[in-house]
């Protein structure tokens, strides 16, 4: 059966599944629709028209608030909204598989109990993002020439020696477009480079390169939330190498290899969460 939270920005949750007192019942707006925009051709032909937007329809449906506490529970349940800054629908179809979705609730129509004591309050949620499956990846060494990759063109890019070799990880290829990273490192860097390389292919999706020495190392290429920090959280564009770009994604098309290497030998942990996006889940 599948199941419903809400979250909020403390990372707590409120269940809609019956176990804090409400059920999302009748859910709409989980399915995919597409923008396609055309021109007329004359004699019953038209021509599609190249368009980025990517609709998202509200996910709507009906909570159900249950005895013997309905009206008590929508109370609680409505300031635990108006108290969060930001909202995830949590959604988990089948299994252990779950996706997210940044939004707001737009509406909460509170109605009169029916015949069983129970509240239907019928609601909206507009989405902020698609859906996205986060995954957690660690960084882990890589010496001098293991997985080295043989590039066949010139690219406008700098790649600092080591004398102990790299940090990455492989990410593999998900979703329906480009995945968003949050990458963490927590130990001291000197001109720390982060580059994503195509692992088959060789091409280089994205580079950013930071001068000075850093104590701890925090980017994030999410849409709703990109940045680049340092461990402390300061602010670390200003020293972004120019022709350089911290808010890289990963494509859909190949797996690849996320590196970090720096001019002084890496101590600490490195991480990056994935963020696999989906048109519908």
């Given at each position: 059966m599948r199941k419903?939270?809400?979250?909020?920005?403390?990372?707590?949750?409120?269940?809609?599944?019956?176990?804090?007192?409400?059920?999302?019942?009748?859910?709409?707006?989980?399915?995919?629709?597409?923008?396609i925009l055309t021109a007329d051709l004359g004699?019953?032909?038209?021509?599609?028209?190249?368009?980025?937007?990517?609709?998202?329809?509200?996910?709507?449906?009906?909570?159900n608030f249950l005895p013997p506490s309905a009206y008590a529970t929508y109370r609680?349940?409505?300031?635990?909204?108006?108290?969060?800054?930001?909202?995830?629908?949590?959604?988990?179809?089948?299994?252990?598989e779950q996706y997210l979705c940044r939004g707001r609730f737009e509406?909460?129509?509170?109605?009169?109990?029916d015949q069983t004591r129970i509240l239907n309050v019928p609601a909206s949620f507009t989405p902020f993002s698609p859906w996205y499956s986060p995954v957690d990846l660690d960084l882990t060494m890589q010496e001098a020439g293991e997985n080295d990759l043989t590039y066949p063109f010139t690219y406008p890019f700098t790649y600092p020696s080591s004398t102990v070799g790299s940090w990455t990880v492989e990410i593999s290829p998900a979703g329906d477009q480009p995945a968003s990273l949050v990458?963490?490192?927590?130990?001291?860097?000197?001109?720390?480079?982060?580059?994503?390389?195509?692992?088959?292919s060789g091409v280089v999706y994205g580079q950013c390169?930071?001068?000075?020495?850093?104590?701890?190392?925090?980017?994030?290429?999410?849409w709703l939330d990109s940045y680049i920090r340092d461990?402390?959280?300061?602010?670390?564009?200003?020293?972004?190498?120019?022709?350089?770009?911290?808010?890289?994604?990963?494509?859909?098309?190949?797996?690849?290899?996320?590196?970090?290497?720096?001019?002084n030998e890496l101590s600490g942990s490195a991480s990056v969460a994935v963020n696999y996006f989906y048109r519908s889940v």
């Amino acid at each position: 059966m599948r199941k419903f939270w809400i979250r909020n920005n403390k990372g707590v949750e409120w269940a809609l599944n019956g176990e804090q007192g409400v059920i999302f019942a009748l859910p709409e707006g989980l399915g995919a629709r597409w923008n396609i925009l055309t021109a007329d051709l004359g004699h019953g032909f038209r021509a599609e028209l190249p368009t980025d937007t990517v609709p998202s329809d509200p996910v709507a449906g009906e909570l159900n608030f249950l005895p013997p506490s309905a009206y008590a529970t929508y109370r609680s349940f409505v300031r635990f909204l108006t108290a969060s800054d930001q909202l995830i629908l949590v959604y988990q179809p089948y299994g252990s598989e779950q996706y997210l979705c940044r939004g707001r609730f737009e509406f909460l129509q509170k109605g009169e109990l029916d015949q069983t004591r129970i509240l239907n309050v019928p609601a909206s949620f507009t989405p902020f993002s698609p859906w996205y499956s986060p995954v957690d990846l660690d960084l882990t060494m890589q010496e001098a020439g293991e997985n080295d990759l043989t590039y066949p063109f010139t690219y406008p890019f700098t790649y600092p020696s080591s004398t102990v070799g790299s940090w990455t990880v492989e990410i593999s290829p998900a979703g329906d477009q480009p995945a968003s990273l949050v990458f963490t490192f927590t130990g001291e860097a000197e001109n720390p480079v982060l580059t994503l390389t195509g692992a088959d292919s060789g091409v280089v999706y994205g580079q950013c390169s930071v001068s000075g020495t850093v104590s701890g190392l925090r980017l994030s290429s999410q849409w709703l939330d990109s940045y680049i920090r340092d461990g402390a959280g300061n602010d670390l564009l200003d020293a972004v190498s120019p022709g350089t770009d911290p808010f890289f994604r990963a494509p859909v098309t190949e797996r690849c290899l996320l590196r970090l290497e720096a001019d002084n030998e890496l101590s600490g942990s490195a991480s990056v969460a994935v963020n696999y996006f989906y048109r519908s889940v």
